[in-house]
């Protein structure tokens, strides 16, 4: 298994400011993924971290706005930039351990 | 392109009812698939994971199986509790080279036991 430490756990930020969100694993991984989870929704892949190189992210969804951070492997963030209400959401990040997928306990994320 | 459906999408039962939740996902060719518990506003929690060689998993009182051929895998839950109320979701790993750890999921299914 794999133990992960999502912070914080929870935020209401300003619109236009941005926000950090931190992963840390028990053990080295190499790929860390980041989700978005909108109100009602199911999970949503933001992009793919791997270590030493840039974020892979999926369709609509660009660096600017999500930067990503990955320098070791064990450690990944993710940060919201800019934000507006349409952002909040619950934000998740995972790890893949012997093919199977394991979470850390999210950041819910309310802009106002 | 692969499609993940979970039916029914809330589902709410006296405690003490078996119960069965489905996922069926329109391409065979996958990897594995993972049953996952969501509380809310919180983060997921691994349930079950099923390789595509495997038909089934247990783990106490919940069971997992998985059909490829027919695009199915159900979850069943004996005798369920309050502390089961919870989203459950379900998401297939596809076989694509290169990218087998690329998550498709259902919307999932709202579980609510009533004492």
């Known amino acids: 298994s794999a133990v992960i430490s999502q912070k914080p756990s929870r935020d209401i930020c300003q619109r236009g400011t941005s926000l950090t969100i931190q992963c840390q694993v028990d053990s080295q991984v190499t790929m860390m993924f980041w989700y978005r989870q909108q109100p009602g929704q199911s999970l949503t892949l933001i992009a793919t971290?791997?270590?030493?190189?840039?974020?892979?992210?999926e369709s609509g969804f660009v660096i600017d706005k999500f930067p990503i951070s990955r320098p070791n492997l064990t450690f990944s963030t993710l940060t919201v930039s800019n934000m507006s209400p349409e952002d909040s959401s619950i934000y998740l990040c995972?790890?893949?351990?012997?093919?199977?997928?394991?979470f850390g306990q999210g950041t819910r994320l309310t802009v106002v | 392109k692969q499609e993940v459906t979970q039916i029914p999408a809330a589902l709410s039962v006296p405690e003490g009812e078996n119960l069965v939740l489905n996922c069926s996902f329109t391409?065979?060719?996958?990897?594995?698939l993972q049953w996952f518990r969501q509380d809310p506003g919180k983060g997921l929690t691994s349930l079950l994971l099923?390789?595509?060689s495997q038909r089934e998993q247990t783990s106490g009182r919940l069971n997992a199986s998985l059909d490829k051929s027919s695009g199915r895998s159900t979850l069943y839950i004996a005798a369920s509790q309050p502390g089961d109320s919870a989203t459950y979701l379900c998401?297939?790993?596809?076989?694509?080279?290169?990218?087998?750890?690329?998550?498709?999921w259902g919307l999932g299914t709202s579980l609510a036991v009533n004492p």
């Open positions: 971290a791997n270590q030493g190189s840039e974020a892979t992210y």
């Open positions: 995972s790890v893949s351990r012997d093919t199977e997928a394991f």
């Open positions: 998401a297939v790993s596809p076989l694509r080279a290169g990218n087998n750890r690329k998550l498709i």
């Open positions: 391409d065979s060719a996958i990897y594995n």
């Open positions: 099923i390789q595509s």
